[in-house]
């Protein structure tokens, strides 16, 4: 099995910034890639970036320029690095890894862009 644990989240200003941690206790090197999803009340969750095993990104058009995901082998984690925040971005974000063929989901950190 693999544990996410999502960090990071709380309230930010609008324009402010804000780091995720997706701390999983595998090396990150061994999961099929890792996501950062978020879900707002009322909304489906959306895929907001993801990272490969190669190092490859991609990322939701809403946050393209404004949000970087990162990996570090080292520390067993994947980061979301948030600027220039909306209130739109506001939601809980999750982190999620496939692992042997599973789907792993953290249990989320909550993200409130608000003046």
């Known amino acids: 099995q693999v544990q996410l644990v999502e960090s990071g989240g709380g309230l930010v200003q609008p324009g402010g910034s804000l780091r995720l941690s997706c701390a999983a206790s595998r090396s990150i090197s061994s999961l099929s890639g890792v996501g950062w999803y978020r879900q707002a009340p009322g909304h489906q969750r959306e895929l907001v970036a993801r990272?490969?095993?190669?190092?490859?990104?991609d990322y939701s058009g809403s946050v393209k320029g404004r949000f970087t995901i990162s990996g570090d082998n080292d520390e067993n984690t994947v980061y979301l690095q948030m600027n220039s925040l909306k209130p739109e971005d506001t939601a809980v974000y999750y982190c999620n890894a496939g692992w042997l063929r599973s789907n792993y989901w953290g249990q989320g950190t909550q993200v409130t862009v608000s003046s």
């Open positions: 990272i490969s095993t190669r190092g490859t990104t």
